[in-house]
């Protein structure tokens, strides 16, 4: 081999090492101590965290530590600890992100979480029966709402789901409305003169003029089911199943805000169908015969209603889940049924 060629061949190969020389700092890695250490405290009290940096070798640039992804703190110390005053978060869980930023450019992330419960234990509240009225049993209710003297019912299932207005004294029908077989109708609420219904697991809802009952358009959410509806005359507002209520703006259909329900013990699941009246939200649970009064301002629970002896009324085994809560303004009482249910009962919850 000639000299030149060999100097030509050891000089690639250099150059070809160089290139391939991997960098071996490591990305740092952030410890999070949660005290309490269940990671549960109640609504108003203190939890501290102390967050500690892993560096390998290197130095530290910054910590930035974040909760429910909104920047909290910044240091420029490998540990800190600080004392968080849970007023100014809503109850429901809570996720720490702490980003660690060395000086070579390297990022680490960890992540951990708390449960901020309810400061506040749920009165067991009482009902007093009003009268029991008919309800067609061929109703899988979904959704309940009174608006001009008229009772709106929101049924389900794929292939019957249906609104239909009417009088709930003597059950004359005023208008009714199908949907198309492929959509499984869920909550439904009235608005402006806009009659909203949201469906199951389709991710769209209708919009309908509430007096003809013509459909005027439709929307999407963001959640993957669409459960129960109300609104507070600003806003509607929407349950899923899981413990969360959304507050969506009727003009963009965007979440506005979320709140999770909770007691003096954690989250409630499966809430169902809503009803908004007197500036507080009530709520089915799924499965249950329970009624739960929630503030909307924090999702705390502030009553408990057990509906379970009207179940007695009904004597029949086909019925299904008890579901359905409407508001009468106009004789103040509620009025409550469930889905396949032969009766409805206007009730006053004390």
Sequence with gaps: MKPFLLFLIVLITGFSGCSNKKNTTRKPVTNIQITPSNKIVSHGNEISLTISAKLFKD???????????????????????MDLNTSDFLVGNHQITCKTHNKSGKTGLNYASFLIVSDIKPKQASFELIETLPHNTSYFTQGLEFYNNLLYEGTGNYGTSKIIAYNPENETIKN??????SYFG???????????????????????????????GEFNYQSKEG???ANNGTYLIMSDGSSKIHFIDPSTFKFIKSIQVCDNKGPISNINELEYANGFLYANIWMTTSIIKINPDNGKVMSIYNLRSLVDYIGNSNVDVFNGIAYNPQNKLFYVTGKYWPKMFKVKLK
């Design 176 to 181: 009714e409305i199908n949907i198309e077989n």
């Design 227 to 229: 459960w129960g509806l």
């Design 59 to 81: 130095k530290l640039d910054k910590i930035e530590l974040f909760i429910d992804g909104n920047l909290i703190q910044t240091s420029e110390k490998e540990q800190f600890s």
């Design 186 to 216: 869920e909550g439904i609420s009235v608005l402006d003169n806009k009659l909203y219904q949201l469906t199951y697991k389709s991710k769209k809802g209708f919009i309908y003029d509430v007096t003809s009952m013509k459909k005027q």
